[in-house]
């Protein structure tokens, strides 16, 4: 069970956007939407109308940050079923029952876990649920949490947080920091979270300069450096890591 996070240059500071993404976002019932249904943002039709098969749920304010969630699936009394592929932030969010719901920019896909499902109502649909009537982030961090993570940097330096659960960091390149930013989400988990650093080209833990930057740890290899907030170097051992 793994969900993976797609960074874009927009979220490369993973932390910050985070926060800024959820100031500038304004929830509304949002909107189901599929081809043969059109767009329903009418609350009774989708609760009076469990049958109906939708493509895409989307919330937001036109223009402006928004949430896009991919997928076929059925909605009724909070419980999502079916399968979902991407749920999407970003700006410049729209909804057209011709073209259905979209972002002029996404910044940061999501691929949910096809092998996540429970009975009844689960994470995910406290995710939805949670930026519907409360505009919030944390149902989703817990879902993320539940699923584990793979978490993907861009080619420039990047902030990334993780989450409760385990989470895999991929590093390509530059300098990278991993830290925590509020409830729900955590910095490096020594002994739960893994290192991918394969794109680095090292092979062996003793090709690696690890040590201590002002209480936190470092990692180097070749030009490249992993920065994480508030781990003891000393905890730091070649099962953190895969390698090429």
């Not at 739960?192 to 690890?210: E, V, Y």
Request: proline share 1%; hydrophobic share 35%; net charge negative.
């Amino acid at each position: 069970m793994t969900a993976t996070i797609e960074l874009t240059s927009a979220s490369s500071n993973m932390a910050a956007y985070l926060s800024s993404w959820s100031a500038g976002f304004s929830t509304t019932f949002g909107s189901f939407w599929s081809e043969d249904e059109g767009l329903v943002s009418d609350p009774s039709e989708v609760a009076t109308n469990p049958d109906y098969e939708y493509t895409q749920w989307g919330n937001g304010s036109s223009g402006s940050n928004g949430v896009v969630l991919n997928g076929d699936f059925q909605y009724s009394q909070g419980n999502l079923t079916g399968t979902t592929t991407t749920l999407d932030l970003g700006t410049g969010y729209s909804q057209d029952d011709t073209n259905g719901i979209a972002l002029s920019q996404t910044d940061l896909s999501i691929v949910t876990d096809p092998a996540y499902t429970t009975s009844g109502q689960d994470y995910l649909d406290l995710a939805v649920y949670d930026l519907t009537v409360n505009g919030s982030l944390d149902a989703l961090y817990d879902y993320l949490a539940q699923t584990g993570t793979v978490i993907e940097d861009t080619s420039s330096s990047d902030v990334l947080v993780g989450f409760g659960g385990a989470d895999t960091f991929v590093f390509s390149g530059g300098t990278d920091t991993v830290t925590a930013d509020g409830a729900g989400t955590a910095g490096y988990q020594d002994g739960t979270d893994s290192l991918d650093i394969s794109a680095w080209g090292a092979t062996l833990f003793s090709q690696l300069t690890i040590g201590d930057a002002l209480g936190d740890a470092y990692v180097n290899y070749n030009g490249n450096t992993i920065i994480l907030d508030g781990v003891d170097y000393n905890d730091l051992g070649a099962s953190d890591f895969l390698f090429a």
